[in-house]
């Protein structure tokens, strides 16, 4: 950790060191004699998460905590999707969720605005209280990441992760589930996604590798797959490299015959992974031989170019946060092996009003 501390050259360098902290600081906040404190409607029965770019990924994460955590139904939809959707009906028993680092996003205000005009109920994640999306919803969470300067989301990111944990765990509590498990674990989630600052030479290794190449692909299964999309947009906003996500048991209907001109991939594979996704990989392995990046946490090994593996936690915010925290800083390191301006990348800015 040291390394990287005294080599902070860019503000998305040092936007990605400060992710532990903030992220411990919004559990400090909101978590409270083992209990979330968050202002939620108790008769939640659907979420719908609307969202563009990063924000998206982590939406999709999201409905993962909320079916997993909440037992709840829950939905994600671009946010220009939704705006261009004339068949939208508004639910008055669903919840709708609202990503906006700014607060200012364009399409997912706008989407707030035509909901709340309906008699939805809205609910705002943003980093911003002094925002058109924060004074729309009816509820709110502030992430309290402070100002990202650079373009790439990076602390907005885990903290909207995070924002969208302890949403689900409330919801959870709200309904009389047992979260103790989740609520044990919960502080020491800063402490673990800080050990994985220590992975400075694999991370150097695989971008020094990478960064040879003009497009790859990234694949992952399930959340593995939003991480997947997450790492793909990231490379692309910093390196300009073409890189495009896939479903892991997608991306073998076809989309793998890219691998007979392009001879690498990320894999990103975590622990209890399916038999499915062991057999999916043997059969890329065996049909295309290509030299992987995998970013894992399984003891098991799996047969790979360059490995970068991170300590095996058994909380899913850790597993989750410690893989954004790679995939970011391996974009970052991509970028500057290439002498890319990372802050300020060519005909990119946040899309606000």
Same mark, same amino acid.
Request: with cysteine; glycine share 4%; hydrophobic share 45%.
């Given at each position: 950790?040291?390394?990287?501390?005294?080599?902070?050259?860019?503000?998305?360098?040092?936007?990605?060191?400060?992710?532990?902290?903030?992220? &411990? !600081?919004?559990?400090?906040?909101?978590?409270?004699?083992? +209990?979330?404190?968050?202002?939620?409607?108790?008769?939640?029965?659907?979420?719908?998460?609307?969202?563009? &770019?990063?924000?998206? =990924?982590?939406?999709?994460?999201?409905?993962?905590?909320?079916?997993?955590?909440?037992?709840?139904?829950?939905? %994600?939809?671009?946010?220009?999707?939704?705006?261009?959707?004339?068949?939208?009906?508004?639910?008055?028993?669903?919840?709708?969720?609202?990503?906006?680092?700014?607060?200012?996003?364009?399409?997912?205000?706008?989407?707030?605005?035509?909901?709340?005009? !309906?008699?939805?109920?809205?609910?705002?994640?943003?980093?911003?209280?002094?925002?058109?999306?924060?004074?729309?919803?009816?509820?709110?969470?502030?992430?309290?990441?402070?100002?990202?300067?650079?373009?790439?989301?990076?602390?907005? $990111?885990?903290?909207?992760?995070?924002?969208?944990?302890?949403?689900?765990?409330?919801? +959870?509590?709200?309904?009389?589930?047992?979260?103790?498990?989740?609520?044990?674990?919960?502080?020491? %989630?800063?402490?673990?996604?800080?050990?994985?600052?220590?992975?400075?030479?694999?991370?150097?290794?695989?971008?020094? $590798?990478?960064?040879?190449?003009?497009?790859?692909?990234?694949? &992952?299964? &399930?959340?593995?797959?939003?991480?997947?999309?997450?790492?793909?947009?990231?490379?692309?906003?910093?390196?300009?490299?073409?890189?495009?996500?896939?479903?892991?048991?997608?991306?073998?209907?076809?989309?793998? !015959?890219?691998?007979?001109?392009?001879?690498?991939?990320?894999?990103? %594979?975590?622990?209890?992974?399916?038999?499915?996704?062991?057999?999916?990989?043997?059969?890329?392995?065996?049909?295309?031989?290509?030299?992987?990046?995998?970013?894992?946490?399984?003891?098991?090994?799996?047969? !790979?170019?360059?490995?970068?593996? $991170?300590?095996? =936690?058994?909380?899913?915010?850790?597993?989750?946060?410690?893989?954004? $925290?790679?995939?970011?800083?391996?974009?970052?390191?991509?970028?500057?092996?290439?002498?890319?301006?990372?802050?300020?990348?060519?005909?990119? =800015?946040?899309?606000?009003?």
């Amino acid at each position: 950790m040291a390394f990287w501390c005294k080599k902070q050259k860019t503000q998305m360098e040092i936007e990605i060191l400060e992710q532990s902290m903030v992220v &411990g !600081a919004l559990i400090e906040k909101y978590v409270k004699n083992y +209990a979330v404190v968050l202002d939620m409607p108790l008769d939640v029965k659907n979420i719908k998460i609307i969202a563009s &770019g990063s924000s998206y =990924n982590c939406a999709f994460i999201g409905k993962k905590f909320f079916e997993i955590i909440s037992g709840i139904d829950a939905s %994600v939809e671009f946010s220009g999707e939704f705006l261009c959707d004339a068949t939208r009906k508004i639910d008055p028993d669903t919840l709708y969720f609202f990503i906006s680092q700014s607060g200012e996003t364009y399409d997912t205000t706008s989407a707030a605005k035509i909901v709340k005009e !309906a008699g939805g109920r809205a609910f705002a994640i943003v980093n911003n209280e002094n925002s058109t999306l924060w004074d729309l919803c009816d509820y709110k969470i502030n992430i309290d990441a402070g100002v990202e300067n650079s373009i790439a989301a990076t602390k907005s $990111f885990s903290a909207s992760l995070c924002a969208l944990y302890l949403c689900a765990l409330k919801i +959870a509590q709200n309904k009389l589930k047992n979260v103790a498990q989740y609520m044990k674990n919960i502080k020491d %989630v800063e402490k673990n996604i800080s050990s994985v600052l220590d992975l400075t030479l694999d991370i150097d290794k695989a971008a020094n $590798f990478l960064s040879k190449y003009d497009a790859f692909p990234a694949i &992952g299964q &399930g959340i593995n797959y939003a991480l997947a999309r997450e790492c793909a947009l990231k490379i692309k906003e910093t390196s300009y490299i073409d890189v495009n996500a896939y479903s892991m048991g997608e991306f073998v209907h076809g989309h793998v !015959a890219i691998l007979n001109k392009i001879d690498t991939l990320i894999e990103i %594979v975590t622990s209890g992974y399916l038999d499915f996704e062991t057999k999916t990989l043997s059969k890329i392995k065996k049909d295309y031989n290509p030299k992987s990046v995998v970013i894992t946490d399984c003891e098991e090994d799996i047969d !790979a170019k360059i490995a970068i593996a $991170f300590p095996y =936690n058994e909380d899913i915010l850790v597993k989750i946060l410690s893989v954004v $925290f790679i995939v970011q800083m391996l974009a970052l390191k991509i970028a500057l092996k290439l002498k890319r301006n990372v802050d300020k990348p060519q005909g990119l =800015n946040k899309v606000v009003n």
